[in-house]
């Protein structure tokens, strides 16, 4: 059952020089319980399409077009306050990138979590909605008794929990998870990651996990929607995005990481820095910094295709896999200079030069 | 939020313990900060002298209640001893020019102090901290007029303006704290703005929207307790502002003339050309005016830390 209906969503930031693509055409279903990643570089636009679901976005970000339709509810079209009562956090609940700043630093965490319950639920009691606080808090693992600290007396990793508590604590259908780890060292993101999979299996609860961490989404997720330059570009169960990946640009990201079975393995970087999304124009996104691109790629927007099982991928080129597939493990292929003859636009030099020009003006 | 439920006696004695609880609490920040408690001691001590300075008469019902007085004469009874008589055993703290009794004039001045310092700082504290907190919080164009308006009485120099309006409206008490008060909000206004602007940015805030609170919630339940301590910093200063201005206005004759202030004090020995004899009337006033100013401030100091709870646990 679908739970989650993005289409064709378009949301721009305005800025001087025109409109920011941070989130353009992006089509993704979740179904209930399902947890969904998405993964990209910073500035590829995942938090702003995962903030759009709930149009937790700044004032000068707009959704220009698409549709995100909630549980049979058309979430672009309700008003604010509409939106404020049915859908956030009672629906569709956050746990923050950072959690110690994500509480209000002058209420106990307990307070917090009151408020939270009872701003939805108007019969719940105090002592009630403190009960269940308390019993959330058990939940995860920290002290029930420490509910009456204040955030800055919590440990990184608590404050996390914490926040864990308070996203969980309506039984929220869809949890937008917002790099819930990157915080944190590996020994606790691994237990905390744990801790999120189980109450949300319990609660049957939907998520988008934001990440750029692909050992994060292999872990933990059901799907994975790699996204590039405000697109998705790849999206696919999480087995065949870490196996068997088609856009060039997953095949890259997956050299970044080590593996942990191939001790001989050299760690390959992308070269270049992510697009400009200010009228980035027609053509692949990823072109300027793909090994593999043509004349085509430079000219055409790629559409998403198919390839069974719900594999869909935004290349010109996926068609010819293996030799991608080959091509890709090797480091020359990936070297800067191989890029050379081609037109930089997106490369860092460029923009830089561009920035200095525009500030000589 | 909702009204409370009606709950079971024992749980509603529970509430009062932990309301007492919490009253104690706020007092302990007090407690290890002696300039905090220094502060609250000449604050209750003058509180107490403005409540009790002159003598009561309630009548309640059949029964008279009166309470003495604590100030020894009437302080504008003329004549009480000898002219500009120096300090003795009838007359602490010596006599005026019109041989009034200088400690009766000083207990009966600290009630000015107290109306002016506490109403203006209150109102001058509120409508600053709100339009600061309106207009960070909003921005744009209500930021953009809010902040104009602060301009320009920013531009208002205090004491002409003051002088003008009080001779227009006639000088009364309530005239003096509507002065100070039409002047004094604009630095609270700024200071919370700024900090506002930097608070609406923060994660919490995010977190707050993402739960579903609207504006008023956001801005009174999150931000403003966030800014505070500042807000506590800028009463206490308002007080002190406050005090002293009055007491300038009074010293330069606009004082309420039915409301004898330590400011006014100050301008009948100027007047009375008795500064440089009648030491006894100079002093008092003045250092009253600076140990209220100070304890006002040690304070504001201490509550700084109470609103914090960051500062509280170092």
Same mark, same amino acid.
């Given at each position: 059952?679908?739970?989650?209906?993005?289409?064709?969503?378009?949301? +721009?930031?305005?800025?001087?020089?025109? $409109?920011?693509?941070?989130?353009?055409?992006?089509?993704?279903?979740?179904?209930?319980?399902?947890?969904?990643?998405?993964?990209? %570089?910073?500035?590829?636009?995942?938090?702003?399409?995962?903030?759009?679901?709930?149009?937790?976005?700044?004032?000068?970000?707009?959704?220009?077009?698409?549709?995100?339709?909630?549980?049979?509810?058309?979430?672009?079209?309700?008003? *604010?306050?509409?939106?404020?009562?049915?859908?956030? $956090?009672?629906?569709?609940?956050?746990?923050?990138?950072?959690?110690?700043?994500?509480?209000?630093?002058? +209420?106990?965490?307990?307070?917090?979590?009151?408020?939270?319950?009872?701003?939805?639920?108007?019969?719940?009691?105090?002592?009630?909605?403190?009960?269940?606080?308390?019993?959330?808090? *058990?939940?995860?693992?920290?002290?029930?008794?420490?509910?009456?600290? +204040?955030?800055?007396?919590?440990?990184?990793?608590?404050?996390?929990?914490?926040?864990?508590?308070?996203?969980?604590?309506?039984?929220?259908?869809?949890?937008?998870?917002?790099?819930?780890?990157?915080?944190?060292?590996?020994?606790?993101?691994?237990?905390?990651?744990?801790?999120?999979?189980?109450?949300?299996?319990?609660?049957?609860?939907?998520?988008?996990?934001?990440?750029?961490?692909?050992?994060?989404?292999? %872990?933990?997720?059901?799907?994975?929607?790699?996204?590039?330059?405000?697109?998705?570009?790849?999206?696919?169960?999480?087995?065949?995005?870490?196996?068997?990946?088609?856009?060039?640009?997953?095949?890259?990201?997956?050299?970044?990481?080590?593996?942990?079975?191939?001790?001989?393995?050299?760690?390959?970087?992308?070269?270049?820095?992510?697009?400009?999304?200010?009228?980035?124009?027609?053509?692949?996104?990823?072109?300027?910094?793909?090994?593999?691109?043509?004349?085509?790629? $430079?000219?055409?927007?790629?559409?998403?295709?198919?390839?069974?099982?719900?594999?869909?991928?935004?290349?010109?080129?996926?068609?010819?896999?293996?030799?991608?597939?080959?091509?890709?493990?090797?480091?020359?292929? $990936?070297?800067?200079?191989?890029?050379?003859?081609?037109?930089?636009?997106?490369?860092?030099?460029?923009?830089?030069?561009?920035?200095?020009?525009?500030?000589?003006? | 939020?909702?009204?409370?439920?009606?709950?079971?006696?024992?749980?509603?004695?529970?509430?009062?313990?932990?309301?007492?609880?919490?009253?104690?609490?706020?007092?302990?920040?007090?407690?290890?900060?002696?300039?905090?408690?220094?502060?609250?001691?000449?604050?209750?001590?003058?509180?107490?002298?403005?409540?009790?300075?002159?003598?009561?008469?309630?009548?309640?019902?059949?029964?008279?209640?009166?309470?003495?007085?604590?100030?020894?004469?009437?302080?504008?009874?003329?004549?009480?001893?000898?002219?500009?008589?120096?300090?003795?055993?009838?007359?602490?703290?010596?006599?005026?020019?019109?041989?009034?009794?200088?400690?009766?004039?000083?207990?009966?001045?600290?009630?000015?102090?107290?109306?002016?310092?506490?109403?203006?700082?209150?109102?001058?504290?509120?409508?600053?901290?709100?339009?600061?907190?309106?207009?960070?919080?909003?921005?744009?164009?209500?930021?953009?007029?809010?902040?104009?308006?602060?301009?320009?009485?920013?531009?208002?120099?205090?004491?002409?303006?003051?002088?003008?309006?009080?001779?227009?409206?006639?000088?009364?008490?309530?005239?003096?704290?509507?002065?100070?008060?039409?002047?004094?909000?604009?630095?609270?206004?700024?200071?919370?703005?700024?900090?506002?602007?930097?608070?609406?940015?923060?994660?919490?805030?995010?977190?707050?929207?993402?739960?579903?609170?609207?504006?008023?919630?956001?801005?009174?339940?999150?931000?403003?307790?966030?800014?505070?301590?500042?807000?506590?910093?800028?009463?206490?200063?308002?007080?002190?502002?406050?005090?002293?201005?009055?007491?300038?206005?009074?010293?330069?004759?606009?004082?309420?003339?039915?409301?004898?202030?330590?400011?006014?004090?100050?301008?009948?020995?100027?007047?009375?050309?008795?500064?440089?004899?009648?030491?006894?009337?100079?002093?008092?006033?003045?250092?009253?005016?600076?140990?209220?100013?100070?304890?006002?401030?040690?304070?504001?100091?201490?509550?700084?830390?109470?609103?914090?709870?960051?500062?509280?646990?170092?």
């Amino acid at each position: 059952m679908t739970l989650l209906d993005i289409d064709g969503l378009k949301t +721009y930031y305005g800025a001087d020089d025109g $409109w920011v693509r941070a989130t353009d055409d992006a089509s993704l279903s979740i179904e209930r319980g399902e947890t969904v990643g998405l993964v990209g %570089e910073s500035g590829s636009g995942k938090t702003t399409l995962a903030k759009s679901i709930i149009r937790l976005l700044p004032d000068n970000a707009e959704i220009v077009d698409g549709s995100i339709e909630f549980d049979g509810t058309e979430i672009t079209e309700l008003s *604010d306050k509409e939106l404020r009562r049915q859908i956030r $956090w009672s629906e569709i609940s956050m746990i923050p990138q950072n959690a110690m700043n994500g509480f209000d630093p002058v +209420y106990t965490v307990g307070d917090q979590i009151v408020e939270v319950i009872r701003h939805h639920e108007d019969d719940t009691s105090k002592a009630e909605a403190r009960e269940r606080g308390r019993e959330l808090f *058990d939940d995860l693992g920290i002290d029930p008794d420490r509910i009456d600290d +204040y955030p800055h007396q919590f440990s990184g990793g608590m404050a996390q929990r914490a926040m864990i508590a308070l996203a969980l604590a309506l039984s929220p259908s869809l949890v937008l998870a917002d790099e819930p780890t990157t915080a944190l060292d590996v020994v606790i993101q691994d237990r905390i990651l744990e801790t999120i999979k189980e109450m949300q299996e319990e609660l049957n609860s939907a998520m988008i996990m934001i990440t750029h961490d692909m050992s994060v989404v292999s %872990e933990t997720c059901d799907r994975i929607a790699v996204v590039y330059g405000g697109r998705i570009v790849e999206l696919a169960d999480a087995e065949t995005i870490i196996t068997n990946p088609r856009h060039p640009y997953t095949l890259g990201l997956r050299n970044a990481f080590p593996d942990i079975s191939d001790d001989d393995q050299e760690l390959i970087s992308i070269p270049g820095s992510p697009p400009e999304l200010v009228d980035p124009g027609e053509g692949c996104r990823f072109a300027p910094r793909c090994p593999f691109a043509e004349e085509e790629c $430079w000219e055409v927007t790629p559409q998403p295709e198919s390839y069974g099982d719900g594999h869909q991928v935004e290349c010109h080129r996926a068609d010819e896999i293996e030799h991608l597939q080959a091509e890709a493990g090797k480091k020359e292929t $990936w070297r800067e200079q191989d890029l050379g003859d081609r037109e930089p636009v997106g490369t860092a030099d460029e923009q830089a030069a561009e920035a200095e020009v525009r500030l000589d003006d | 939020m909702s009204t409370e439920q009606p709950s079971p006696i024992d749980s509603t004695t529970t509430s009062i313990g932990e309301r007492f609880a919490s009253l104690r609490q706020r007092f302990e920040v007090f407690e290890g900060d002696r300039l905090g408690q220094i502060g609250l001691a000449i604050l209750a001590l003058f509180i107490f002298i403005g409540i009790f300075a002159r003598p009561y008469t309630i009548e309640l019902f059949d029964f008279t209640i009166s309470t003495p007085g604590l100030a020894p004469y009437d302080p504008g009874e003329r004549a009480v001893g000898d002219r500009l008589e120096s300090p003795s055993v009838a007359h602490p703290l010596g006599t005026t020019d019109m041989g009034r009794d200088v400690l009766s004039q000083l207990i009966a001045g600290t009630r000015v102090t107290l109306i002016v310092g506490s109403l203006a700082a209150f109102m001058a504290v509120f409508i600053g901290t709100n339009v600061g907190l309106i207009s960070a919080y909003f921005g744009g164009w209500v930021d953009d007029v809010l902040m104009r308006i602060t301009d320009i009485v920013y531009g208002v120099p205090f004491l002409p303006f003051a002088i003008v309006l009080v001779a227009v409206l006639g000088s009364s008490i309530v005239n003096i704290i509507v002065a100070i008060v039409l002047i004094l909000w604009r630095s609270t206004a700024r200071v919370i703005r700024a900090q506002v602007l930097s608070h609406k940015q923060r994660p919490y805030v995010e977190s707050a929207q993402a739960i579903g609170a609207g504006h008023v919630r956001i801005m009174y339940r999150h931000i403003l307790p966030n800014v505070l301590p500042l807000t506590f910093l800028y009463a206490a200063f308002a007080v002190a502002w406050a005090v002293i201005a009055e007491a300038s206005l009074s010293f330069l004759g606009f004082g309420d003339p039915n409301m004898l202030s330590w400011g006014e004090m100050i301008y009948n020995v100027y007047t009375a050309n008795a500064i440089r004899e009648a030491w006894w009337w100079v002093f008092p006033p003045g250092i009253c005016i600076m140990l209220f100013v100070m304890s006002v401030f040690f304070i504001g100091r201490t509550l700084e830390k109470e609103v914090n709870p960051e500062l509280n646990h170092q």
